[in-house]
């Protein structure tokens, strides 16, 4: 199914994010949190793509995992340090296995790598013309509450989302944020500039003081005081930090659900148990 179907035909949706394994070897454990996951019943779940495509098979493979499951799957694709060739032979991959959506992304640059003319793709809005020409994909894209890291500016980032978005994508999934204001700043800023598509606000559920200090590094996203908190007092900690993770994630969700926003995904970081607390908090919010 198609998720802007999906999108249309429900009051609520949550989805979940999984990555595949860096290893061939462990595709079967990945399986298994896949097979964990779709008892909760998300509305769809997202596949990662490995940095710079190196693992794309398994990206498919763990698709295909998903529909097996009776979840409707989300394939990334990333394309900067790909052909038009890679591209091509991966959208056939997808349309050979029914795998109806992707979500079409430029993919971080890589530290050694240098921008040229000489490279087919720069950025995702051309990965996106390239998948709206098949005429057969529902595309998602990525966008930034609290501006892109390589943007000058948040006027630049948003007018380049804007030009994304007129590509045809049906719609665009956050960056993970902590502070739901930064979320419902830039929603003002989407309708101001006219970006009407479904925004699905993604939430990381933080549940151990590593992952945020990567998290953070990676995706510009500032942290309120009451998050700063709670990783203070409990932050080496890790059962309470677990629990505290969860319970704000699902705070954050429902504050967002109070002020209109019907389509959550949850950035599950491949940890079941995690996402199935969340969805437990959630249950009659859900089904409303
Ligand atoms: P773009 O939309 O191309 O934007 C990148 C930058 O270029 C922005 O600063 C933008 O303002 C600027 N820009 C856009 N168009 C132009 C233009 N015409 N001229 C000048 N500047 C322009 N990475 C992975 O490797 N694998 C994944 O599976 C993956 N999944 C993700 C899922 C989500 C929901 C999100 C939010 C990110 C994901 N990423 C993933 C990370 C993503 O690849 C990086 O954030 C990457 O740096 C930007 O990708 P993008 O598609 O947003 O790029």
């Keep these: ?62 698709a295909n995992a998903v529909k097996n499951g009776g979840v409707t799957p989300l394939s ?14 991966v959208l056939d991959e997808l349309e050979e296995n029914n795998i109806e959506n992707i979500l079409a992304l430029r ?16 950025h995702a809005f051309e990965l996106v013309n390239e998948i709206k020409q098949r005429g057969k994909f529902c595309i998602g894209g990525a966008c930034y509450p609290e501006t892109h890291p390589d943007s000058k500016s948040r006027v630049e980032d948003i007018s380049h989302l804007k030009e994304k978005v007129d590509c045809g ?24 500039k006219e970006i ?9 559920p933080i549940t151990n003081a590593k992952q945020i200090k990567r998290s953070v590094e990676l995706s510009n996203c500032s942290l309120p005081k009451k998050f700063q908190k ?14 505290a993770g969860i319970i704000y994630a699902t705070e954050q969700i429902i504050d967002l659900m109070a002020n209109g926003v019907n389509n959550i995904h949850i950035y599950t970081m491949n940890k ?11 249950s009659a919010i859900i089904n409303e």
Aim: charged share 25%.
């Design 230 to 243: 709670i990783m203070e007092r409990f932050g080496e900690k890790p059962e309470i930090m677990k629990q």
């Design 76 to 89: 990334h694709l990333t394309c900067l340090t790909s052909t038009k060739e890679k591209i091509n032979s």
């Design 107 to 122: 993919g971080d640059i890589p530290k050694d790598f240098t921008m040229s003319d000489n490279q087919y793709y720069h």
């Design 196 to 204: 009407n598509v479904p925004i699905v606000a993604g939430i990381m």
């Design 169 to 192: 994508l049906d719609f665009i999934t956050t960056q993970m944020f902590f502070d739901n204001e930064a979320f419902y700043n830039f929603r003002e800023m989407c309708a101001i």
């Design 272 to 282: 079941p148990d995690v996402a199935h607390k969340i969805m437990e908090g959630l």
């Design 1 to 62: 199914m198609k998720i802007i179907d999906i999108i249309k035909n429900k009051k609520v949706t949550v989805s979940f994010e999984v990555f595949p394994p860096k290893e061939w070897a462990k595709i079967g454990d990945t399986k298994d949190v896949i097979n964990q996951m779709v008892k909760d019943s998300p509305a769809w779940m997202s596949v990662t793509y490995g940095a710079a495509g190196t693992t794309s098979g398994y990206t498919t493979e763990i």
